[in-house]
């Protein structure tokens, strides 16, 4: 199942496949730094429908041309495989 | 000049033109709830473009279908006419 909560072997075992991704707080959360606002904001259009099909949506925190993602399945109460399989489609 | 400080008098005066905003640790914030995360990117993408007619950018947070706004003037190190001015174009 999707949505079980990881146990921390597995979430090692995740990372380790989006290397790009840090826990922080409980949550998957990475940092990305693009060209503007503009450019910014795209990428967060584009994010955004990578969640709109998975039906998951990560926090997202828009500073100027800095974007922050963070993912979590607030249902089960921490992480789970559908965090990092979106973690992945937005950029392993 | 839009660029200057506000005195905290001018800031009061400024409020109370755009009553539905809040300052919150020196920044200029509101927050939106809308109908779900597609509607909240829409209205995100429509506050950008009157930020980047503004050439003034506030710091986004989305939270499913909720959007926070954060508006300051960090090179003149606080608040100024400028985040008055794009919150009123936001939604006074």
Redesign the interface.
Known sequence: MSDSLLSPAEIKQQLAKTPSWQIVNGELTRNFECAD??AA?AF??KV?GL??SAQH?P??????NKVRFALVTHSAGGLTKKDFDLAARIGS
């Open positions: 606002f503009r904001l967060v259009n955004g969640a709109e949506h926090d997202i925190d828009i500073r100027y």
